[in-house]
Every structure is written in structure tokens, then in C-alpha cells.
């Protein structure tokens, strides 16, 4: 009887996808979660001191950062309504989408329509659909160095060439224009800023947004502004949206309830089309924006349907007690930093809930680099951090500070614990 012989004989052309050498397997690998878990399992399970994770931006972990309960009452409406148990328009439900452009629009120097905004499965999926469809065979994208690296997995899923521009620590991790300038060409679509930074802990002045959007101007590239952790701006510069400068430069703003409100796992998000001029609907970007969505998942319709009571019920004060959290937070981090031999911090963080911290191998023996760090950091102390390698910083860290004060401290401590246990005494 003859077997499936024909069938294993076949050469099959589905290993990798055309014009790139790295199989889309490979994307996946560089998703922070993959990387994490790696660190996590070097932690000693029978250790007898908890696991303190510093490594995600999920603060959802600790006590004090809950979401505010007028966002859980939204929630409960939404749902006892009766109203939100159907499927919702693939661009969002439009009471939804209206609350969100006014949100926006409070910061801006015009009016966003409802029309504007699109509604998306947290801001990974406003990522998603960013990037597929910008990428055009032979396309490319500016991304900043560090950054989030759902854009470079993205990026390699789609074919779309990505060009890395450097964000300078010593300047508060000012985007490099000079860099960007001779990144791009005629193929350079878009670039990406993601502002408050993660993973930088920065927040950009209205100075150098602007010269950003002049920047984009005379390229003649869109900027796409990553905005999730707008307003968690504790420093002395306040958040300001790249939207203002979009009679400069078209900008399309991605954000999200996910931060702001902490509520990351109940994933609504938005794309904002911020196009005062027209542009963007001269080249009907908005039109390649909704054929998209049309053929993914849309979020949640109770969700959506408890959006508009979620932006108009929560106090300011809700928003300044987390600010004040953070900033509390960032302070103590900063500070322990700069007691640890080994580590350094080059710019004290002034939003979002991350800073980065360089490694000064030269003093730590037998560290190999800023996974093995981490690996082994988890392995002895039992605490998490990510590798910098993981956002395009060899031998960095990033630290997560959005967490309650003892447990900080405490994570803190075993980092310095460890950083003294394996100090080089020739450097000592």
C-alpha cells in the first residue's frame, strides 16, 4: 500500500516569508513577555524569600495602584444595561469613540470628531494595525532606540524594513534628529515616538516635539505617537501631545484606558487620526485604517459601552494620588540607584513607570552581559528586571517602579546585595 511519501517529497514554500531572511518565527522571540519568562526561570522555586518582579509594566500586581472605582461602577452599568451584549461596529461603538475624541481634543488646539478615533483590543492592536499598513514592498520605518519592541516584532511580521534612531540618555533621552535625518529616504514611511517614554522614564518639552514635527515635515514622513502613558507625567515638564504640532506634521496618536486608568487587562484602545490639514484623507490612510479593522477583532463591546461614563466619573483626584504614587516611587528608585556601585542611572525618570539603568560591567565579576545579570539576579536574589537587550539596549536594564514603597525598597536592597557580591576588587 503506498503511503504519504509524495506528500513529505514535496518541497513546500511556506519557511519564510518573501524579501526578508528572518522567518516570522523569529518575531515572536522578542516580545517581552518571551523574555521575561526566561528570567523567571532561573528564579530558585524553593527559595525562601519571595519573587519581587520589577520586570513588567503590568502595576496591577500591587495594592496601591487600583483602578478608580467609578471605572469598576462603569464597568457593572455596562454590563447590567443589557445593552452591550451584541457585536459593536468593527470601529468602535459611537458614544465610545465621541467621549474619547473629547478627551483628546482637551489637550489640542482643535476639535477631533468622533469620525477620527477608531476603537482597538488594547493599543498592541492600534500598533498592529499601524504597522501592516504602512508596510509596502520596499518600505521602511524610523524606530527609536531604545523602545517598545512590539514594533520591531511587527515590523518583521510585515515586511517592513525598521531603522533605528538613537534616543540620547544625557539629554533626557532626546530623540536624535540628526540620526533620523540620515536614516531616512524615499521609502521611509512613518516614524514612531513614543512619548511619556517606555522604556526611558522621559518626558519630551514642547521644544523638542516641535522640532520633531519639523523634523517629520522636512522628510515628508507621518509621525505615529505612542501615547498609552499620556498624562502619567511627574517631572517638571508636562505631558504635551504630539496632535498639537499636527498642523506641522500629520500625526496619528495611539493611547489606551490601559495605564492611565490601570486597567491594562481589559484592552481598549484607540487610534486618533490627528489631521487638521487633510492629509491623511488625501492619501486615505483613515479609509486603509478601517478596511483593516474590518477584518480583525474589535474590544470588548461592554467595554466600549462603559468608556464614556469611565473618561466623565473619575476625580482629578483619583489621577494626581497615582501621579503621586510614581513620583514617590521614581524618587526612591533614583535614589537607591545612585547608592549601588555597578549601575547607572543617566536621567532620573519623569513619567510613564520605567527607568533605565546601565550596567558598568568593568565593576561586577563575571557578568557577561545584561541577561546574564538579569538571569543570575534572579537565580540568587529572587528578584525580576528586564534584560535592556530586549529593547535594544545591550547591556542595560529596565526597572519598574510602579509599585508600593516596601516591596520597591526591598527589590532594591537585593540588587545592591548582589551587585556587592559580585563586585570586581580589582575595580573596587
Avoid at 497615582?322 to 549601588?340: H, P, T, V
Avoid at 527607568?355 to 534572579?378: E, H, N, Q, S, T
Avoid at 528586571?385 to 514603597?405: E, H, N, Q, Y
Amino acid at each position: 500500500m503506498e503511503g504519504n511519501g509524495g506528500a513529505s517529497a514535496t518541497t513546500w514554500r511556506i519557511s519564510r516569508p518573501p524579501g526578508r531572511g528572518a522567518p516570522r518565527s523569529d518575531a515572536g522571540s522578542m516580545s517581552i513577555r518571551v523574555v521575561l519568562a526566561r528570567v523567571f526561570s532561573s528564579v530558585d522555586a524553593s527559595g525562601p524569600r519571595p519573587v519581587l518582579t520589577l520586570g513588567s509594566g503590568d502595576p496591577t500586581a500591587c495594592a496601591s495602584f487600583r483602578p478608580p472605582p467609578e471605572a469598576e461602577d462603569a464597568i457593572v452599568d455596562a454590563l447590567r444595561s443589557g445593552k452591550h451584549n451584541g457585536y459593536s461596529p468593527t470601529v468602535g461603538v459611537l458614544p465610545a469613540r465621541r467621549a474619547i475624541a473629547e478627551y483628546l481634543s482637551q489637550d489640542l488646539p482643535y476639535q477631533l470628531s468622533p469620525d477620527d478615533i477608531y476603537l482597538t483590543a488594547g493599543c498592541c492592536q492600534a500598533i498592529d494595525v499601524m504597522i501592516s499598513i504602512l508596510a509596502q514592498p520596499g518600505s521602511n520605518i524610523l524606530l527609536p532606540k531604545p523602545g517598545f519592541p512590539l514594533y520591531e516584532s511587527r515590523t518583521m511580521f510585515s515586511n517592513l524594513e525598521e531603522r533605528h534612531f538613537n534616543l540620547i540618555p544625557d539629554r533626557g533621552w532626546e530623540a536624535d534628529l540628526e540620526s533620523m535625518e540620515a536614516l531616512a529616504d524615499e521609502n521611509t514611511v512613518a516614524m514612531v515616538i513614543i512619548n511619556p517614554s517606555n522604556p526611558c522614564g522621559s518626558v519630551y518639552s514642547h521644544d523638542h516635539l516641535a522640532k520633531i514635527a519639523e523634523t517629520a515635515r522636512k522628510l515628508g514622513i507621518i509621525i505615529i505617537a505612542d501615547e498609552v502613558y499620556d498624562h502619567l507625567a511627574f517631572g517638571n515638564k508636562p505631558f504635551i501631545p504630539m496632535g498639537v504640532f499636527a498642523d506641522i506634521v500629520p500625526v496619528i496618536t495611539l493611547g489606551s484606558i490601559s495605564k492611565r486608568w490601570l486597567v491594562p487587562g481589559w484592552r481598549l484602545g484607540w487610534i486618533a487620526t490627528c489631521d487638521p490639514n487633510g492629509i491623511l484623507k488625501e492619501a486615505k490612510v483613515d479609509k486603509s485604517i478601517e478596511s483593516y479593522i474590518n477584518i480583525t477583532n474589535d474590544p470588548a463591546t461592554f467595554i466600549q459601552g462603559a468608556v464614556p461614563k469611565i473618561i466623565a466619573n473619575t476625580k482629578e483626584d483619583y489621577f494626581n494620588k497615582i501621579l503621586n504614587l510614581l513620583r514617590n516611587s521614581a524618587d526612591l528608585c533614583y535614589g537607591k540607584i545612585k547608592e549601588i556601585r555597578g549601575i547607572t542611572c543617566p536621567h532620573k525618570p519623569e513619567g510613564s513607570m520605567f527607568v533605565m539603568v546601565k550596567l558598568d560591567l568593568c565593576y561586577l565579576d563575571g557578568i557577561l552581559d545584561d541577561l546574564d545579570f538579569c538571569c543570575r539576579l534572579a537565580k540568587e536574589e529572587s528578584v525580576i528586571v528586564l534584560p535592556g537587550s530586549a529593547l535594544g539596549m545591550k547591556d542595560w536594564i529596565r526597572i519598574t517602579f510602579a509599585c508600593d514603597i516596601p516591596t520597591l525598597e526591598n527589590a532594591l536592597e537585593r540588587i545592591k546585595s548582589f551587585c556587592q557580591r559580585h563586585a570586581n576588587k580589582l575595580e573596587a
